[in-house]
């Protein structure tokens, strides 16, 4: 089984505060990871939102972070880049890494900066945070969030060229569609939930996780507390609940983990450490070993495959 997780935080949380990714004492370290079976992580680079120079600035400084950082445990991790890196993940004791760019505020409306970003390993991008930027409305500006500007599109547009994996987390809804028309591929929503069961800005509706069944994309379920229950005291079960809803809404195919972790004080379960308990705890909810293997790993491992070149 290759467990699989769509979002952690740790890389920017550990460039500002220092430390190391293979042993702290944040939510996510590679030895913790690896004993509890993740094959794959992905990792965000987020600064918070800030003029366009200033954001290329600390995002270049997170990804010489992150470069150094793999590059001292060649045996234990290895950055996901091409096809044919996908296709060796879980082939080995070893965690795979992909870098993702949470708010693209770095690229303002450059799109030589996209390639760029590219060649320096990043493999999956969100347009923006929870903020309005050149490129796109994110949730947080609510009722007025408008969709992607013509850059927004013609970003969209390269990275489908490029391969690199379209994020819609944090996304405002009329952005949300415009960006799965112009992607034209299977996205990733990698770290959300369902509105049905927490009524969250941050979590999807019943129509969004439709547009994701449409296109073949999953969603990564999100641990932090409020964006799993309402009253912000979520037991493991109700993040279950949602794997359960969603599944039921548009089909398992589309369900993949996406904790969060070290991009919030209150996360379900603790840390990386405990994802040897998602195995039983799916059994519980009377998955299929088919069905546990798809939503750990296999369903998220479809989409990467597909869009890296
Ligand atoms: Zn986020």
Known sequence: ?????????????????????ISNSAHFDI???????????????????????????????QIVYYNTQIALWPDLVFPILTKQDGQNIGARI???????????????????ILECLYLLGIRSIGLTWNHRNLLADGVGEGQHAAGLSRSGKKVVIKMAQLGILLDLSHLGEPGFQEAIEYYKGPVLVTHAN??????????????????IRDCSGVIGINQVADFVKADGK??????????????EKIGIEHVALGSDFDGADNIVLPGIETYDQWEDALIA????????????????????NQILT
């Open 285 to 304: 909810r009377n998955f299929t070993a088919t069905e546990i293997d798809m939503i750990l790993g296999k369903n998220a491992l479809r989409v990467i």
């Open 94 to 112: 070893q965690l795979a890494s992909i870098l993702h760019l949470e708010g693209a505020d770095c690229i303002g409306t450059d799109i030589a």
């Open 194 to 211: 369902a509105r049905a069961l927490c009524n969250h800005p941050r979590n999807l509706n019943d129509s969004q996780l439709e547009m």
């Open 234 to 247: 979520p037991t493991f079960d109700d993040v279950l609940n949602h794997i359960v809803y969603i599944a």
């Open 1 to 21: 089984m290759i467990i699989c997780d769509l979002h952690c935080d740790t890389i920017s949380k550990l460039a500002r505060q220092g430390g190391e990714l």
């Open 31 to 61: 030895s913790r990871a690896l004993n509890a079976g993740v094959r794959l992580q992905f990792f965000a680079l987020y600064y918070p939102p800030t003029d366009n120079n200033t954001a290329l600035r600390e995002i270049l400084k």
